[in-house]
């Protein structure tokens, strides 16, 4: 195999996985970059740099990105390779879209427009099409976004690019639901979704019914909507896109609060995934979403604790934006001092001196109280140990650090604890889980962690390498608890407040955590079953 066609069937591999693996595609264009190189070829190793530069897109790597982009675009201008400086010129324009340039990324794309010959690239015209629309459509200017994307169509009609067509009629489906047109809306979706039901595209087929199912909740037809929700939500766990499971779990949330169910569970498995993924747009828009749950349900103090995170998140968005920004201006600099193009780079540097340090001191002071923010929505109130979504988030980071854990999950659930709360009230129960949780997390101490499951009943980790210590630990737990001596009646010889204990040792990770935990609740039922104050644990099979 000459070097041309391995270059070539490098590109067109980085090309094919550019989407679903954009870090190994950026790798193969990587080595299609060196060969070109050392073959003396030069636009192999612009089109090397095309295919890097789509990748780092794909990555959110914007401003390596660009960089790279800008690197192709001079070699295909030098060599005036047309077919190039279009395709380079798109991702360019892209880039832009994405920091929120508009006007910048507009002049790309209808540049590259004016000189694309007619019928010379179908798909890339309309894409370019598409972009044009998606600009518009930012913009609220939803009659020339139109206008665009029906250009986009007509060119995929004509020339069978069904792929494309399909992602424009949900563009357009996208439009009719913005300006209430919900019919229109669903005509425009069904379109997109009949062509991509004949392709093995599980992401846009989830992304297609999400969007039918918002379409059918807005008709009042909540049987289909719930349908189209629960095969989107098969698709997409399928493929485990968690920008698309997020953006599903965020209608099914809506969708349940506007039909009278609870949508916490949607909103917090939302949460969780846009906060592990680094999806902060998500993150803001959820927060400002639980603010609102929480006080149309009068729960203000909940209500308020998001509301300030939104907030909070909101402002640390703008600063990572600009910052962002700021570095794209950097690269927009250097490429035109390059090019001895002295207005642009005068315009771009009365843009970029001034704010670079300020925009990075407002970052981190606003990153470090989002923190904080953070942390207390994974803390409970009462006890100041971890909450349910806490110990979620714990257990995840540690797998996620190590690999797997060794040791015992333990749940412990305080016996007659609603006999407790009737004989002495609620404020004295409150007191009651704080002795118990201070005393739980003491013996716990650095070994593992601690929280408060639910209700009386907690769920810890401890760090043991066998059955045995783990057996003793739990039962210490059950002894120090019930040395408290706190009267469960008022009785003249009351019955102490003790704990039952059930737990799964063994190696934990993130295949079978759900299972372990699953276990360690069945030996608890077993202590409750064999008259309380007991420890049950289990060896993990």
Not at 143 to 159: R, S
Not at 335 to 347: A, N, S, V
Not at 524 to 532: H, T
């Amino acid at each position: 195999m000459d070097n041309k066609t391995k270059i070539e069937q490098l590109l067109e591999h980085s090309k094919k996985i550019a989407n679903q693996n954009p870090q190994e595609s950026y790798d193969h264009a990587k080595s299609a970059l060196e060969l070109s190189k050392a073959t003396h070829q030069p636009l192999s190793y612009a089109y090397s740099l095309f295919h890097m530069a789509y990748a780092c897109r794909v990555m959110s790597d914007y401003s390596r990105g660009l960089e790279l982009a800008f690197q192709a675009l001079e070699i295909f201008e030098k060599y005036d390779n047309a077919k190039g400086i279009l395709k380079v010129s798109n991702i360019i324009g892209i880039i832009y879209f994405y920091f929120g340039a508009f006007t910048d990324a507009l002049d790309y794309f209808l540049s590259s427009v004016s000189k694309i010959e007619k019928d010379s690239d179908a798909n890339l015209e309309s894409s370019l099409y598409n972009n044009i629309g998606e600009i518009y459509r930012m913009a609220e200017d939803y009659p020339n976004a139109l206008m665009y994307y029906e250009k986009g169509v007509e060119i995929c009609e004509t020339h069978s690019l069904e792929s494309n067509k399909a992602v424009i009629h949900l563009n357009i489906g996208e439009i009719y639901y913005l300006q209430e047109k919900y019919e229109a809306s669903y005509d425009e979706l069904m379109k997109s979704y009949t062509i991509v039901m004949k392709f093995n595209d599980m992401i846009n087929q989830g992304e297609a019914e999400t969007k039918l199912g918002r379409a059918m909740q807005m008709k009042g037809d909540y049987m289909a909507a719930d349908r189209y929700y629960k095969s989107a939500l098969d698709k997409i766990t399928r493929v485990n896109n968690k920008f698309y499971l997020v953006e599903l779990l965020m209608e099914m949330a809506k969708f349940n609060e506007h039909t009278g169910k609870n949508p916490l569970n949607n909103w917090n498995e939302a949460l969780e995934y846009a906060i592990n993924n680094k999806l902060d747009n998500k993150v803001c828009t959820i927060y400002k979403s639980l603010s609102k749950y929480y006080e149309s349900n009068f729960m203000y103090e909940k209500a308020l604790t998001y509301h300030k995170a939104y907030h909070v998140k909101e402002k640390e968005i703008d600063a990572v934006n600009l910052s962002k920004r700021l570095e794209i201006l950097s690269v927009e600099f250097q490429y035109f001092k390059e090019k001895e193009r002295t207005k642009k780079i005068e315009l771009l540097t009365n843009k970029l001196e001034e704010d670079v340090k300020i925009a990075n001191e407002e970052l981190n002071h606003l990153m470090a109280i989002n923190t904080i923010l953070q942390k207390e929505t994974l803390i409970d109130e009462l006890t100041q140990i971890y909450n349910r979504r806490g110990l979620d988030r714990i257990f995840i980071n540690q797998i996620n650090e190590t690999g797997s854990l060794t040791g015992v999950i333990l749940f412990i659930d305080i016996d007659h604890f609603k006999t407790y709360n009737d004989t002495f009230g609620h404020i004295q129960g409150d007191v009651c889980l704080k002795v118990l949780s201070e005393n739980i997390k003491a013996i716990v101490g650095d070994k593992g962690f601690v929280g408060r499951y639910g209700g009386e009943e907690f769920l810890c980790f401890i760090r043991v390498n066998s059955w045995q210590e783990a057996s003793t630990i739990a039962e210490k737990l059950r002894t120090v608890i019930e040395s408290l001596s706190i009267p469960s009646s008022e009785e003249l010889s009351p019955t102490k407040v003790t704990i039952s204990v059930g737990g799964c040792f063994g190696r934990i990770d993130s295949t079978n955590l759900k299972h372990c935990t699953s276990l360690a609740d069945q030996e608890l039922y077993k202590a409750k079953d064999n008259g309380r104050n007991k420890v049950f644990v289990i060896t993990l099979g």
